[in-house]
């Protein structure tokens, strides 16, 4: 018995004698992702696609043998790979090959960007995904559709905002969609129109965006493939080896599967399909099973609010922007409870979107009568986002073992603009990763892909120093919300396993755990905190086996 990395663990090798690593990395500080404690020196023995051994070098030299790859981590830190908790992953290969509109700084650029991207498509074609960001435009104007029709006369568009709770509607598109100045808005959506004509201006939010999306031409398999290709390479250069794909369809799942069985798959996929579904979900889990360690049904998904950024997330007090407005439910709070408990009596695992404070009391509230009403089980409930909290709130993730899956780029993007939207008190509260830690909850992190960048080692980097992107808040943004890198990188890792059900499998590295590691260039432990994000992956390992090796 050799002691193993990880604080007070002891630990025995997963093999009898005689057993050859594929492969040993060495030269490293390891972080096993057991505890939120330093890294130590040591090295890892892989094999048969599992982790054989990690301690130090005497207790893994035995695993070398003549065949063995021996990869040397020079100083870097070697730990679990990382795990998205918050994903929409295939969309992310869409917007891969989309037109980018996240970096325009102004209107103009906006417009020009469009009509570069439309130049080179054919007539008819639909041009989606864009990611704009209004909050970066002087005196922060919504995009109307006028902007861009003369740009983009000959297709249909429909570009998102970078929260997906809104999109801009060109005039081509609204014709396709049949929309006119007497369409109705939906419940839990909204049509902007204009003041003086009271015309459709082309902004559409939350269930309002099916007005438009439901005309949208579905992609077919060979395009759906393509583009989680391109999200599997994106996500191997950045060391993730495993996500939570929110809001998935019965197409993302067939994909994944395609890929699986074609041996392409380099990233563990659990999949969250419609809340609303649940029965669909329920027959289907009972009839073919969830599926295995590389593709599976991990449960469901619902919506209980929008985003503070379209003024569609629902608080107990007005926006302090907006006399009188509190922003809006997505689905009435009766269908909420009737399909969460539903859900729940199918032995379904249920995930919320909850951004205000108002949608998180509500959605707690829920959670809290249906574990009553249904008697104790391991249900491991997630609240997605979380982002705003009453004070009063935040201890109850802990009690009711609710999982705050949240996303810590969000606080340093929001952080720019979103006090003009609640004030200066419910700030203190918003992103509370400290607070939530320190009440008990289990916090696990993510991106929201492509809402933000995939990037993990960015979302560390946020948790961590609390730094907006607008550089404005040096020492960090609401900073007693911060937390340390140790407890950032459980949260990406071990925390993010176990809000899936496989913290027995992955998240750590411990003999018999899948061998999904990352080596990142630098030790991020002993980096300067405003330095975190100049850490790059160079190797990415997924089943034993290496899938990205930077050049």
């Not at 290709?229 to 939570?244: C, D, E, F, N």
């Not at 705003?388 to 952080?415: C, E, N, T, W």
């Not at 700030?427 to 991106?447: E, H, N, P």
Request: some cysteine; glycine content about 10%.
């Amino acid at each position: 018995m050799s002691r193993c990395l990880g604080v007070g663990l002891l630990c025995l090798s997963l093999t009898a004698c005689g057993q050859t690593a594929d492969l040993v990395i060495q030269g490293g500080a390891v972080w096993t992702g057991l505890s939120s404690g330093a890294p130590q020196p040591g090295a890892v023995a892989i094999g048969g696609g599992k982790i054989l051994a990690v301690g130090d070098s005497a207790a893994v030299a035995r695993y070398l043998g003549a065949r063995t790859r021996v990869m040397r981590a020079d100083g870097g830190l070697v730990m679990p790979g990382f795990a998205d908790g918050h994903t929409h992953f295939i969309g992310g290969g869409f917007q891969l090959a989309s037109v980018d509109l996240r970096g325009a700084a102004t209107p103009q650029e906006f417009i020009r960007r469009l009509k570069e991207y439309a130049r080179a498509h054919k007539p008819g074609e639909w041009i989606t995904g864009g990611d704009w960001d209004h909050t970066r435009w002087a005196g922060q104007p919504l995009p109307r559709h006028e902007w861009i029709d003369s740009v983009t006369p000959d297709n249909p568009v429909f570009v998102s905002r970078l929260d997906g709770h809104e999109a801009l509607a060109n005039a081509a598109a609204m014709r396709a969609a049949g929309i006119t100045k007497d369409t109705p808005t939906p419940p839990g959506g909204e049509v902007l129109r204009d003041a003086r004509t009271g015309e459709p201006i082309g902004i559409f939010k939350d269930q309002a965006l099916d007005l438009i999306g439901r005309v949208e031409p579905e992609p077919s398999a060979e395009q759906r493939d393509s583009a989680l290709a391109r999200a599997l390479a994106h996500a191997a250069s950045l060391g993730v080896t495993a996500t939570a794909h929110m809001s998935a369809s019965w197409a993302d799942l067939a994909s994944y599967r395609r890929l699986e069985h074609a041996g392409r798959l380099t990233l563990r996929a659990t999949l969250y399909l419609p809340l609303e579904h649940w029965r669909d979900v329920a027959d289907t889990l009972r009839r073919a099973g969830r599926g295995d360690d590389w593709v599976k049904i991990g449960g469901l998904k619902g919506y209980m609010d929008g985003s503070a950024g379209s003024r569609t997330a629902y608080f107990v007090d007005p926006y302090a922007d907006s006399a009188g407005y509190r922003g809006l439910m997505q689905n009435p709070e009766r269908d909420m409870r009737s399909w969460v408990g539903n859900a729940d009596s199918a032995g379904l695992q249920v995930t919320v979107h909850a951004i205000g404070d108002h949608a998180n009391a509500l959605l707690l509230s829920i959670y809290d009568s249906v574990m009553r009403a249904h008697g104790p089980r391991d249900r491991r409930f997630r609240v997605e986002h979380a982002q705003h909290l009453r004070p009063q709130d935040i201890p109850l993730f802990g009690k009711l073992g609710v999982i705050p899956s949240m996303q810590p780029y969000h606080a340093i993007d929001d952080g720019r603009w979103v006090e003009q939207r609640i004030g200066p008190v419910r700030i203190k509260t918003t992103y509370a990763f400290r607070t939530l830690l320190d009440t008990g909850a289990k916090l696990a992190f993510g991106s929201d892909w492509t809402v933000a960048p995939l990037d993990p080692i960015s979302g560390v980097y946020a948790a961590v120093t609390r730094r907006t992107l607008d550089g404005k808040n040096p020492n960090g943004w609401v900073p007693e919300q911060k937390i340390s890198v140790g407890e950032a990188l459980r949260a990406y890792t071990a925390v993010n396993a176990y809000a899936t059900f496989d913290q027995q499998k992955w998240g750590a590295l411990a003999p018999g755990y899948y061998a999904d590691v990352v080596v990142i260039d630098r030790n991020l432990f002993t980096m300067a905190p405003d330095s975190l994000d100049q850490a790059k992956v160079r190797v990415t390992i997924v089943d034993g086996k290496v899938v990205y090796e930077r050049p």
